[in-house]
C-alpha cells in the first residue's frame, strides 16, 4: 500500500506539531534515527521518517480491520480523553481513556467479569429493575454504576483481547504496553523523543504532548479503519 493512499502531508503535519520532539536533553538514544535536527534547544523529528512509519502502521491497521480483528485504542492524559473517545466511538473501537486497569490483558477474565456487572446493572436500570429496591439501596447501585462506567465504558463491547492496540503515549501507558507484549498483542504506538520505542511493533515518531499532534494521528487513524471497514460491504454490494 502506497504512502500516497493515506494522505499524509508534512506541511499539515508542521502546521499540527507532529515534528516538535524534547528538549535535547531528554533524547531517548534509540530515538535518534528519526531526528533531524535542534531548534531552540528541542529536537525536531523527521516527518520523512515519521511519514515512511505511520503508512507502515496504517497498513497494518488497514489490513487488521478488513480480516475483521480488533483494535484497542489508549490515550488516558487527560487533555485527549474526550478526542480519544470521540474517536474510537465513531470508529466503532473499543478504547480506554482514564487509568489503565493492571491486568486489562493480563488477568482478562476477571476485568471480564466486573464488565459483566457493569452491563447487566445498566441493563436492570434501564428496564426499571432496580425499582423493586428501596431508594438508599438505588442509590448504592447508581454509585457503582457510575464509578464502573468510568473504569469500563470503554471496553464494555470487548467480548475478547483485541489483536492490536494503538498507544498515544508510552510513557503514560508504558503498563498497557507492557500487558500487551506478554500476551502477543501488537503494539502501535505514538513515540516522541524522549520514549523508548523497543517493545513496539509499529512506531509513529511524533509529538505525543501537542493535542494538535494527536488529533492529526487520530484523524489518519479513523480515515483508514473507516475506509477499510467499507471494503467488506463493496465487496456484498459487488457480489
Request: glycine share 4%; proline share 3%.
Amino acid at each position: 500500500m502506497s504512502k500516497e493512499k493515506f494522505n499524509l502531508n508534512i506541511a499539515e503535519m508542521t502546521q499540527a506539531g507532529v515534528h516538535l520532539g524534547h528538549a535535547v536533553s531528554k533524547l531517548h538514544p534509540n530515538m535518534k534515527l528519526y531526528v533531524s535536527g535542534i531548534k531552540n534547544t528541542i529536537h525536531i523529528i523527521d516527518l520523512e521518517k515519521t511519514i515512511d512509519e505511520f503508512s507502515k502502521a496504517l497498513t497494518f491497521i488497514s489490513n487488521l480491520i478488513t480480516e475483521g480483528k480488533n483494535l484497542l485504542i489508549v490515550g488516558t492524559k487527560v487533555p485527549s480523553k474526550s478526542l480519544v473517545k470521540q474517536n474510537a466511538e465513531e470508529m466503532d473501537l473499543s478504547y480506554v481513556n482514564t487509568r489503565w486497569l493492571g491486568g486489562t490483558f493480563t488477568n482478562f477474565e476477571t476485568i471480564f467479569k466486573r464488565v459483566g456487572r457493569f452491563i447487566q446493572l445498566e441493563k436492570e436500570k434501564a428496564d426499571g429493575s432496580l425499582e423493586k429496591y428501596t431508594k438508599k439501596e438505588r442509590m448504592k447501585i447508581n454509585k457503582e454504576i457510575e464509578t464502573l462506567r468510568v473504569k469500563f465504558e470503554g471496553i464494555k463491547n470487548m467480548q475478547k483481547l483485541p489483536e492490536a492496540i494503538l498507544i498515544l503515549d508510552m510513557r503514560k501507558d508504558i503498563t498497557a504496553a507492557r500487558e500487551a507484549k506478554k500476551k502477543g498483542v501488537k503494539i502501535i504506538a505514538v513515540c516522541d523523543t524522549n520514549i523508548n520505542p523497543d517493545l513496539v511493533d509499529y512506531i509513529i515518531p511524533a509529538n505525543d504532548d501537542a493535542i494538535s499532534s494527536v488529533r492529526y494521528i487520530l484523524e489518519k487513524v479513523k480515515e483508514t479503519v473507516l475506509k477499510a471497514k467499507e471494503e467488506p460491504k463493496k465487496e456484498e454490494k459487488n457480489n
